[in-house]
Nanobody, 127 residues
Framework: QVQLVESGGGSVQAGGSLSLSCAAS????????MAWFRQAPGKEREGVAA???????TCADSVKDRFTISIDSAKYTLYLQMDSLKPDDTAMYYC?????????????????????WGQGTQVTVSS
């Protein structure tokens, strides 16, 4: 059974930075994809950034040039460095994994591209 545990959320003022981590356990495939999603109250869950185990990345336009996704494939640990944070970035952030291989590029920022989810970590950005 795959388990994902996020950490690193918190509160910060606009313009500040936060780093999120997601430790995955139970993934046995050497080819897998992981991603960060976020969901604000009353809104749909949206894909923020995704990465394959070989390091190929995809980022949503709303966070390009501000957020950086990375992975330590050997440790099955996912990271998200968030800089120049805005109040609109306030949301619950979720880690997701596709344990069966690389997610097709069409679904890398879609919830349908992943079969495991973490519990989420809250990020709050104040103006």
């Amino acid at each position: 059974q795959v388990q994902l545990v996020e950490s690193g959320g918190g509160s910060v003022q606009a313009g500040g930075s936060l780093s999120l981590s997601c430790a995955a356990s139970g993934i046995t495939n050497s080819r897998y994809s992981m991603a960060w999603f976020r969901q604000a109250p009353g809104k749909e869950r949206e894909g923020v950034a995704a990465i394959d185990s070989d390091g190929t990345t995809t980022c949503a336009d709303s966070v390009k040039d501000r957020f950086t996704i990375s992975i330590d494939s050997a440790k099955y640990t996912l990271y998200l460095q968030m800089d120049s944070l805005k109040p609109d970035d306030t949301a619950m952030y979720y880690c997701a994994a596709n344990s069966g291989g690389h997610t097709d590029y069409l679904f890398q920022l879609s919830r349908y591209g992943y079969n495991y989810w973490g519990q989420g970590t809250q990020v709050t950005v104040s103006s």
